[in-house]
């Protein structure tokens, strides 16, 4: 047992600073842990891609929209999006946390395709040679859209303003004028701002069209619908009870199987939780049901730990050993059978995580973190109870 706080070493020292910043990691949980669209609700939406004479659809041209569709999305700030193929030409698209799908059409159903044309009705340059849009405000606080062009662009704009000094340079998005600026002087070094009476939203949506690029095919809205948080909150009430049941039911069964070893085994299983949950919290993973489903897999994984260590324990001691060289040989003989185990178990999340999509690759990202937190609890946290902890027992175990 461990006297004054002197005797205290860095194992112990470290392992508490880990629980430390767990907890601040991880409280308050609703705003620290992503819930996925199971689980939060969100949208729902499939997009079919359209033919027509200018650009007809192909297997290459649905993989593209896949990509533009996923640079959108990514600059909307979703978490775990899922987004994939189905059928010849449609697209699943699915948004936890995004609640209104009106607005997500708008911003990943979009062509947004972007014209610079001249009084002719000309098209000068396109969007293709847009470098960046980034949301600004005029003299007067409205909400502008700053773009600035790659070097190609450039060139051309710099031509486009020249030749039509005190000529309206008319800005199209998908057909549409969007801003009729008249051109003061040429625009040499590649920047512009769109006008328009715009709202702060409908600027920062247009900024994140531009900045996606276009859509290489038309896409229409198949379906659309939100998804509520209701079912979410009903499995999150279910996931926690089943959970809750179960470290109940695992805590009682090691302590009194295993006695004052058992109870520091639970220790360990708080400490596992609270590291598992820190992880989810510091990688921005996000939950989702078959997440939380991986999570209680792998509290079975990590008390399966201890109960190799404690058995292995009590075989030296058996022997005759005493019961500090016991817990030595105990903790050295189950390394390897824990690391065997639980490596196979970790190879299979891994492939889960890259090869599944949308809630599998949940189920393999909580599967994966549990695993290694499992391990390091095993190992590293029940050692140390251990160590400074446990009674001697008095008689055989």
Known sequence: MIKNWKDLPWRVIITVALVAVSIFAVYPPRERIRLGLDLAGGSHILLECVDTPEAPVDDDSVKRVIEVI???????????????????????????????????????????????????????????????????????????????????????????????????????????????????????????????????????????????????????????????????????????????????????FMFLYYGWLGLLADIALVCYALFTFALFAALHATLTLPGIAGFILSVGMAVDANVLIFERIKEEYRTGKTWRASIQAGFDKAFRTILDSNVTTVIAAVLLFFVGTGPIKGFGVTLTLGIICSMFTGIWVTRILVDYLAPKPTFKL
């Not at 590649?190 to 900024?207: D, K, P």
């Open 70 to 252: 996923r640079n959108r999305v990514d600059q909307l700030g979703v978490s775990e999006p899922t987004i994939l193929k189905q059928g010849m030409r449609r697209v699943v698209v699915e948004l936890p946390g995004i609640e209104d799908p009106q607005r997500a059409v708008e911003i990943i159903g979009k062509t947004a395709l972007l014209e610079f044309k001249d009084e002719s009705g000309t098209t000068l340059l396109t969007g293709a040679v847009l470098k960046n849009a980034q949301v600004h405000n005029d003299q007067f606080g409205r909400p502008t859209v700053g773009i600035s062009f790659n070097q190609e662009g450039t060139t051309f704009f710099a031509k486009a303003t020249a030749a039509n000094v005190g000529k309206p340079l008319s800005i199209y998005l998908d057909g549409k004028v969007i801003s009729s600026p008249v051109v003061q002087e040429p625009i040499m070094k590649g920047e512009a701002q769109i006008t328009g009476r715009f709202s702060l939203q409908e600027a920062q949506n247009l900024a994140i069209l531009l900045r996606a690029g276009a859509l290489p095919v038309k896409v229409e809205v198949a379906e659309e619908r939100s998804v509520g948080p209701s079912l979410g909150k009903d499995s999150i009430n279910s996931g926690v009870r089943a959970a809750a049941i179960g470290l109940i039911l695992v805590f009682l």
